[in-house]
């Protein structure tokens, strides 16, 4: 419930500075980072925070799949250990138990600490997307000269 | 960006709503931590039995073994099982609140091993023994 809060209540902040600073592109940030830093041109910081936060968000899901599946297998040790009726399971049943929960708060921690970075890199690219990245003009300039014209593209970091 | 969804009174731009939609699934998806490891060590076994000693007669395997008078009270019966070491496998052939046992009806000329264990009051199987073999012999074999 605690968690819940917590992110109603960043999503609202976020919601009002985006609306207050009028800026279109901060709500694409908002909702991905990076997506309004590359609509503004800004395609290395784009790229870095989007790359950024798919790593973040492919480690949390696999760490997610892995916790699930030791807590899994810590409550089937748990249970085989619980009602156990000879003492060579109860024993077996209860080292498992002790190393599944050892790898479940392994797990839960890694899980813990990518969530945070997940919300860094998001947090950040607000932050980035309201202060520093204003929005430039369009990367395409054509230049005619009398026997040929230029295509220019330009790149900003 | 001019899709609106009102919400209990609460107008949202799309983009809000699939954010608000986007961190709540990721929400769902962090599950309750774990909890419920229990506290030390529950269980009280009573030890193996001492002395397992097979005897292989014809066609009979006389089992017996000794076991601390102290906790005798304890026990409720001892189980004694048949151990096929090719297989690794283990089957209860009886059991007794004696400290003998005979298997009888064996097929002679053949190794027999077994396995004995206390069973307490509560149906906790204790420890068993490691297992002690010996030759059954066949109702005419050579003495």
């Known amino acids: 419930m605690k968690r819940i809060f917590f992110i109603a209540v960043v999503i609202v902040l976020a919601s009002s500075v985006v609306h207050a600073s009028g800026n ?5 940030s908002v909702l991905f980072p990076g997506w309004g830093q590359i609509r503004s041109a800004h395609y290395g910081k784009g790229s870095l925070y989007m790359g950024a936060e798919i790593v973040s968000l492919v480690s949390i899901a696999i760490t ?3 916790y ?10 748990r249970r085989s250990y619980l009602s156990a009726d000879y003492i060579g399971d109860a024993v077996e049943n209860y080292d498992l138990m002790h190393k599944k929960w050892d790898d479940a708060e392994r797990l839960y921690g890694y899980r813990t600490a990518l969530i945070g970075a997940a919300a860094g890199v998001w947090a950040f690219n607000v932050v980035d997307m309201l202060f520093f990245s204003k929005e430039e003009e369009g990367p395409l300039s054509l230049k005619v000269e009398d026997r040929a014209f230029f295509i220019c593209t330009g790149f900003s970091f | 960006m001019v899709f609106h969804v009102e919400i ?3 107008y949202m731009r799309r983009i809000e709503l699939i954010g608000v939609i986007f961190a709540l699934l990721i929400l769902a998806a962090c599950s309750k931590k774990h909890e419920g490891l229990p506290t030390g060590f529950k269980y009280d076994p009573l030890p193996a039995p001492e002395n397992l000693v097979v005897t292989g007669g014809s066609e009979i395997a006389n089992i017996s073994w000794s076991f601390p008078a102290e906790k005798m009270s304890r026990v409720k019966e001892f189980r004694v099982y048949q151990y096929i070491e090719s297989y690794n496998m283990l089957q209860l052939i009886g059991t007794t609140t004696d400290t003998t046992f005979t298997d009888s009806l064996l097929i002679g000329n053949l190794l027999y091993c077994y396995k004995v264990s206390a069973v307490d009051t509560t149906d906790f199987e204790g420890w068993r023994t490691n297992e002690t073999c010996a030759f059954v012999l066949g109702s005419h074999s050579v003495k």
């Open chain 2, 8 to 10: 209990r009174g609460i």
């Open chain 1, 68 to 77: 699930n599946r030791a807590v899994e297998q810590y409550d089937k040790a």
């Open chain 1, 64 to 66: 997610q799949i892995q």
């Open chain 1, 24 to 28: 279109e592109n901060v709500y694409y």
